[in-house]
T-cell receptor
Framework: QQQVKQSPQSLIVQKGGISIINCAYE??????FPWYQQFPGKGPALLIA?????SEKKEGRFTISFNKSAKQFSLHIMDSQPGDSATYFC????????????????FGQGTILTVHP | GAVVSQHPSWVICKSGTSVKIECRSL??????MFWYRQFPKQSLMLMAT?????????EQGVEKDKFLINHASLTLSTLTVTSAHPEDSSFYIC????????????FGPGTRLLVL
């Protein structure tokens, strides 16, 4: 129930295209859903995050769409650029409520995005 | 803001030796820090959660006597890999969370460990 399933495993997009990465979860206690971008040999960098009380959040070219009833959320990268080529991870976290699971992130499997020039 | 550093960025050691990795929050106080391990082309695997001034909480299957974690201050946590073996070679990444109610984690740049 703690799993977050991410797809696709890899994605190739042409420059200027839209990249879409999907994630699904089972645990309805999750209430925080961040997306991270990771370049080879580097740590993950927080891109954008959403809570279930909104259905969409946009920051620049990055948009999270959230479907609470379907327990799914996705990352859309508009006008994809070669510099966006990286591995993207979705994640989910339960709210602060004490106990050992407090604040732990559960990560998806990752999506390797390649944007061709 | 929200910068996390790690030192060293990479380390090579002989089998049987111990290696210490530092994780620092540079511009905020981190009440909680997390340690992850990542193998090539795989996701991040949480090893342990570290709260300042208390013992770390280890995930199932992680040997606490092998991976010693100390969180002595609000800006520093250390991970010591004791008696390292080649199978411990991996990319170790820390993250830090500011405050008790926030869920946002900021990650360090990672430390590449190679055990010969």
């Amino acid at each position: 129930q703690q799993q977050v399933k991410q797809s696709p495993q890899s994605l190739i997009v042409q420059k200027g295209g839209i990249s879409i990465i999907n994630c699904a979860y089972e645990n309805t206690a999750f209430d925080y859903f961040p997306w991270y971008q990771q370049f080879p040999g580097k740590g993950p960098a927080l891109l954008i995050a959403i809570r279930p009380d909104v259905s969409e959040k946009k920051e620049g070219r990055f948009t999270i769409s959230f479907n609470k009833s379907a327990k799914q959320f996705s990352l859309h990268i508009m006008d994809s650029q070669p510099g966006d080529s990286a591995t993207y991870f979705c994640a989910a976290s339960t709210p602060p409520a004490g106990g050992t699971s407090y604040g732990k992130l559960t990560f998806g499997q990752g999506t390797i995005l390649t944007v061709h020039p | 803001g929200a910068v996390v550093s790690q030192h060293p960025s990479w380390v090579i050691c002989k089998s049987g030796t111990s290696v210490k990795i530092e994780c620092r929050s540079l511009d905020f106080q981190a009440t909680t820090m997390f340690w992850y391990r990542q193998f090539p082309k795989q996701s991040l695997m949480l090893m342990a959660t570290s709260n300042e001034g208390s013992k770390a909480t280890y995930e199932q299957g992680v040997e606490k006597d092998k991976f010693l974690i100390n969180h002595a201050s609000l800006t520093l946590s250390t991970l010591t890999v004791t008696s390292a073996h080649p199978e411990d070679s991996s990319f170790y990444i820390c993250s830090a969370r500011h405050g008790l109610t926030t869920q946002t984690q900021y990650f360090g740049p990672g430390t590449r460990l190679l055990v010969l």
